[in-house]
């Protein structure tokens, strides 16, 4: 059974930071891009961010540049999205996405999400 379960969010303050983590299995975690996206109230999923199996390449849509980082674990079967400098815009929730790298369209897995909201 596969399984990605998202922790970490929370209610933040603007200019703090926050990590998120997703923890995988049920399926090949080595062989599987993983990525975050998000959706906020009333707009569509973006992607935030996305890591290669071997951890060794990363890319991030613009607007997300220089402020998230994320990174994987593979033993542990897990990623992480580092975020600084939240501002209310970012409110978010935040979902873990596999995707095995030359599978079909069932090999795209989706976690539940986790809540971040940023607020003074």
């Known amino acids: 059974q596969v399984q990605l379960v998202e922790s970490g969010g929370g209610l933040v303050q603007p200019g703090e930071s926050l990590t998120l983590s997703c923890v995988a299995s049920?399926?090949?975690?080595?062989?599987?891009?993983m990525s975050w996206y998000r959706q906020a109230p009333g707009k569509e999923r973006e992607k935030v961010a996305r890591?290669?199996?071997?951890?060794?390449?990363?890319d991030y849509p613009d607007s997300m540049k220089g402020r998230f980082t994320i990174s994987r674990d593979n033993p542990k079967r897990t990623i992480y999205l580092r975020m600084n400098s939240l501002q209310p815009e970012d409110t978010a929730v935040y979902y873990c996405?596999?995707?095995?790298?030359?599978?079909?369209?069932?090999?795209?897995?989706w976690g539940q999400g986790t809540q971040v909201t940023v607020s003074a």
């Open positions: 049920g399926f090949p975690f080595t062989r599987s891009a």
């Open positions: 890591i290669i199996p071997n951890g060794g390449g990363t």
């Open positions: 996405n596999a995707r095995l790298i030359g599978g079909g369209p069932e090999d795209d897995y």
